[in-house]
């Protein structure tokens, strides 16, 4: 390109300079492939994918896309190694979501358990029962919601990484935020059935 700045051409052209820049991001994608994977090697892996593709990306690559460009790559990488190793059957959504009605509308009473979250005995274990959740959460569904709530990427950066469109994203994110909060009311449900009793 004529008007590209000279002196970024040759510092991207440098793949010391692209190491630079992976390693700047390290820590964070780093993070973001392990709450994906959930597996330090497949984490691990998936970073050095994302090396070995910043090493080549066109010298006209401005910072700020070859970021961006690195953190889709991890994040697709990291979604694809968790496909392969997690063996979810889809319909475990099913098993916990609330019904649909025709507009596409969860129309059974869910009781708000937020207001419990403080309860001393409740938070030992609270973190633990949100992992598992989320964990028991197929890979799609997963790196949705981790992208989305955790990550605050944007719909078109999910649907670019997982290769559908911004609805099904919208209805992934929509979906695991359901069979997470089913999974922490059955939890609370079950705590306070626990703290009722006499004697315990």
Do not use: N
């Not at 970073?47 to 690195?70: K, P």
């Not at 019904?99 to 005995?121: G, K, N, Q, Y």
């Not at 981790?146 to 719909?155: C, P």
């Amino acid at each position: 390109m004529d008007d590209a700045d000279p002196g970024l051409t040759s510092r991207l052209d440098d793949p010391d300079r692209v190491e630079e820049l992976v390693e700047r991001y390290g820590d964070r994608v780093y993070r973001l492939a392990l709450r994906i994977t959930g597996v330090e090697e497949d984490a691990a892996e998936a970073v050095e994918h994302a090396l070995q593709t910043a090493r080549t990306l066109r010298s006209s690559t401005d910072e700020t896309e070859l970021g961006s460009r690195i953190y889709r790559t991890v994040a697709r990488a990291a979604y694809h190694r968790r496909e392969r190793r997690q063996h979810v059957d889809q319909s475990v959504l099913d098993d916990v979501l609330p019904p649909l009605d025709v507009d596409d509308r969860h129309f059974a009473p869910m009781s708000d358990w937020s207001t419990r979250i403080d309860e001393p005995m409740l938070q030992g274990e609270l973190h633990g029962i949100l992992m598992d959740a989320i964990d028991a959460l197929p890979a799609d569904y997963r790196t949705a919601l981790i992208l989305h709530d955790v990550e605050s990427a944007s719909k078109v950066d999910i649907a670019q990484v997982l290769g559908v469109d911004v609805p099904a994203v919208a209805s992934l994110v929509h979906r695991a935020r359901l069979f997470v909060r089913k999974r922490l009311f059955e939890y609370f449900e079950s705590a306070r059935r626990i703290l009722a009793i006499p004697g315990q």
